[in-house]
């Protein structure tokens, strides 16, 4: 049976962007001890828009190592699919041992109303874990 993924959680934030501007960007942090290795993530979006079925390409993002207690930036996202549930697959090794998670923003879930304060970063957005 596959490990069980604790203490890692996928955010959105709102922050400037290299302009100035407010923009989104979806974060992972990783709350453990421990050194996550090798890290892919691909992302998608995917739902109804007024009827339609929309669903977004999918993406794919790489790190070679989180370390402990820390958090990296993974994607901008724009408002525009809020209205989608946002997917976010995770797998990582710690050691030898594969984990996987997969994370899902509930479409309209990305909105301040939701808002927490999120660990080890010192500000606020939405939060999976």
């Known amino acids: 049976m596959p490990p069980k993924v604790e203490g890692v959680a996928m955010a959105v934030v709102r922050e400037a962007d290299e302009e100035g501007a407010n923009a989104w960007y979806v974060y992972l942090i990783n709350r453990r001890e421990v050194t996550l290795e090798n890290v892919l993530i ?3 979006g995917y739902g109804e828009i007024e009827g339609e079925e929309r669903k977004t390409s999918e993406m794919r993002h790489h790190l070679e190592k989180l370390g402990p207690k820390s958090w990296a930036r993974i ?3 724009v408002e525009e699919v809020f209205a989608l549930s946002n997917q976010y ?3 990582f090794y ?3 041992q594969l984990h996987d998670k997969k994370y899902i923003f509930l479409a309209g879930s990305i909105d301040e109303a939701n ?7 010192g500000v606020r957005g939405v939060m999976i874990e």
């Open 89 to 91: 697959w995770l797998s």
């Open 75 to 77: 994607e901008r996202i």
């Open 115 to 121: 808002f927490t304060n999120l660990p080890l970063m």
């Open 42 to 44: 691909s992302s998608r």
């Open 94 to 96: 710690i050691g030898r």
